[in-house]
């Protein structure tokens, strides 16, 4: 019997031992994964750069918004009421003859005072502010009524109704910059407004605040990363890395910014340098579109052991960024070129010539881009995740604009292919 008794109680002693075993066994093994793989994970998370609060609650300057849709009235205004927020009810100026429909979204909007650039003088536009996101629940033959979503700024009678245009969230690493030296980069700008809200200015603005630069759509696009430098009086000291910001919307002559981080107050006039992109793509977009001359490509693309190639360019006339229908016959060798091939990649690099503006150029050049690209995809059948797209305006030119003869040639697309069997 004590024999029994002592082997049960060796077995429950086993019994214990073995979880303490076990899991020390477990951690011994989590001790033998390297560091670098263990820490991956947060060295490649994404961050929301730009988010619903940025998409309905921020402001843009602009030329012009259509006007015909207008807050007219509200239920409650004969009690007094002069402002409005989420699920009250308004009155709009259209209805079912204008083609209003029951259940359409749309975003109200407030227009303030046309904005101009604070060191030349030059008009930018209006300013507007996103509002509310809303519904329209009930249609009359003139007059309709939308019921106030999501938004953040007071809603009044007389704001403008416009179409509600869903914006992307996006998500990229955190861009890493050096806090002492400057981006090597061609886009330069300066800030213009800080953390304005219809007639109110201040005077400087920090982290989550929105601010505007003077840098429009051809050199910016949402989802860039800009870092703001402060200059001193004394040109001998070294120029100041104060913050770093994400441009939240682009329009022609400016861009709204939100400050991510700063040191110092991020001051009107100080100065705005593009980042470039280091080759993170941005969650949920069809594609990340190609930055300034930022992105350290060189020209061609060198051809590597097993791998064939051949390059074309296409010319445009002056002013045309729509491809001669002559130069199907030269993209369609490109399709006939990668079908058999296991791995390839085309390279599209637009240009233009000297003649016109600096920011016209460049967004003719990448207009060209683009309607190359979607000829490749949408006619030929290409997969846009093998086309890379670069532009360049006048920048860089393949030839000299001394002449007619070689500003035309500048007016093109350098095409190159890159396949392996």
């Known amino acids: 019997m004590k024999k029994i008794f002592c082997l049960f109680i060796l077995g429950l002693m086993f019994m214990n031992l073995t979880?303490?075993?076990?899991?020390?066994?477990?951690?011994?093994?989590?001790?033998?994964?390297?560091?670098?793989?263990?820490?991956?994970?947060?060295?490649?998370?994404?961050?929301?750069?730009?988010?619903?609060?940025?998409?309905?609650?921020?402001?843009?300057?602009?030329?012009?918004?259509?006007?015909?849709?207008?807050?007219?009235?509200?239920?409650?205004?004969?009690?007094?009421?002069?402002?409005?927020?989420?699920?009250?009810?308004?009155?709009?100026?259209?209805?079912?003859?204008?083609?209003?429909?029951?259940?359409?979204?749309?975003?109200?909007?407030?227009?303030?005072?046309?904005?101009?650039?604070?060191?030349?003088?030059?008009?930018?536009?209006?300013?507007?502010?996103?509002?509310?996101?809303?519904?329209?629940?009930?249609?009359?033959?003139?007059?309709?009524?939308?019921?106030?979503?999501?938004?953040?700024?007071?809603?009044?009678?007389?704001?403008?109704?416009?179409?509600?245009?869903?914006?992307?969230?996006?998500?990229?690493?955190?861009?890493?910059?050096?806090?002492?030296?400057?981006?090597?980069?061609?886009?330069?700008?300066?800030?213009?407004?800080?953390?304005?809200?219809?007639?109110?200015?201040?005077?400087?603005?920090?982290p989550e605040c929105y601010i505007s630069i003077d840098i429009g759509n051809a050199f910016v696009s949402i989802g860039d990363y800009v870092v703001f430098c402060k200059y001193f009086k004394n040109r001998d000291l070294p120029k100041l890395i104060i913050g770093s910001g994400v441009v939240i919307n682009a329009q022609n002559t400016s861009s709204t910014v939100r400050i991510l981080d700063s040191s110092n107050p991020v001051e009107i006039g100080a100065y705005v340098y593009l980042l470039p992109e280091t080759g993170e793509k941005r969650i949920g977009a069809d594609e990340a579109v190609p930055t300034v001359d930022a992105t350290g490509d060189t020209g061609p693309r060198p051809i590597g052991e097993g791998e064939d190639s051949f390059e074309f360019s296409v010319l445009f006339d002056i002013n045309e960024k729509t491809p001669d229908p002559k130069y199907m016959t030269e993209l369609k060798k490109i399709k006939e070129f990668i079908d058999p091939r296991s791995r390839y990649v085309v390279i599209l690099r637009g240009y233009s010539c000297s003649i016109g503006g600096l920011e016209y150029n460049l967004k003719l050049s990448q207009e060209r881009v683009e309607n190359i690209k979607n000829i490749l995809v949408n006619e030929l059948n290409i997969n846009k995740d093998f086309i890379e797209t670069y532009y360049y305006g006048e920048k860089n030119p393949p030839f000299d604009n001394t002449s007619e003869e070689t500003r035309r040639k500048n007016r093109s697309v350098n095409v190159q292919v890159i396949g392996k069997k």
């Open 19 to 206: 979880p303490q075993e076990d899991k020390k066994k477990e951690t011994q093994e989590k001790e033998k994964i390297p560091y670098s793989l263990a820490s991956a994970h947060a060295y490649n998370s994404m961050s929301l750069i730009i988010g619903d609060t940025d998409l309905v609650c921020s402001y843009f300057i602009t030329s012009g918004v259509s006007e015909e849709i207008r807050v007219i009235g509200a239920q409650e205004m004969d009690l007094g009421r002069i402002s409005y927020s989420k699920y009250d009810e308004l009155f709009i100026n259209k209805g079912a003859q204008d083609g209003i429909k029951e259940g359409e979204k749309y975003s109200l909007i407030g227009k303030g005072r046309n904005i101009r650039h604070p060191f030349t003088g030059k008009k930018l536009g209006y300013y507007y502010v996103r509002k509310f996101r809303a519904t329209v629940t009930a249609v009359f033959e003139k007059k309709s009524v939308i019921t106030l979503g999501e938004g953040c700024f007071p809603a009044y009678i007389g704001d403008i109704v416009v179409p509600f245009e869903k914006g992307e969230e996006i998500k990229k690493q955190l861009m890493p910059y050096d806090r002492v030296r400057l981006p090597d980069s061609p886009v330069v700008g300066r800030v213009i407004l800080s953390n304005i809200f219809m007639d109110i200015n201040r005077d400087n603005s920090g």
